[in-house]
Nanobody, 135 residues
Framework: QVQLVESGGGLVQAGGSLRLSCAAS????????????MGWFRQVPGNEREFVAV????????YYGDSVKGRFTISGDNAKNTVYLQMDYLKHEDTAVYYC????????????????????????WGQGTQVTVSS
């Protein structure tokens, strides 16, 4: 069982920055975490979950949702099984609950961007952390 622990949410003014962290621990299918994909989705009440960003540990590839490209940066520390989401130039519309996600696998090839945006792709979800951006 893999566990995800998120931190770093809060209240910030528009134009400001926040950094989210998510640490993974445990074992998947009886094995250590190994090569996997981690990242973030977000959700506003009444809306579907929206893809934000993920990183694949097999080669360090990163993928971003269109609404955050150029403003958010995902990175990670493989040794610590931790991913970070640096959010800059925050907008009011970035207000949401941000969920850390984990997939015991990785994707390669041109279809990855589509595959990784699917909510169903991910094995484990964190509890969520609230990010509120005041306008």
């Amino acid at each position: 069982q893999v566990q995800l622990v998120e931190s770093g949410g809060g209240l910030v003014q528009a134009g400001g920055s926040l950094r989210l962290s998510c640490a993974a621990s445990g074992r998947a299918s009886g094995r250590t975490l190994g090569t996997y994909t981690m990242g973030w989705f977000r959700q506003v009440p009444g809306n579907e979950r929206e893809f934000v960003a993920v990183i694949s540990w097999n080669d360090g590839s990163t993928y971003y949702g269109d609404s955050v490209k150029g403003r958010f940066t995902i990175s990670g520390d493989n040794a610590k099984n931790t991913v970070y989401l640096q959010m800059d130039y925050l907008k009011h519309e970035d207000t949401a609950v941000y969920y850390c996600v984990y997939w015991q696998g990785f994707c390669s090839g041109g279809a990855c961007y589509t595959v990784l945006q699917r909510v169903q792709r991910y094995d484990t979800w964190g509890q969520g952390t609230q990010v509120t951006v005041s306008s």
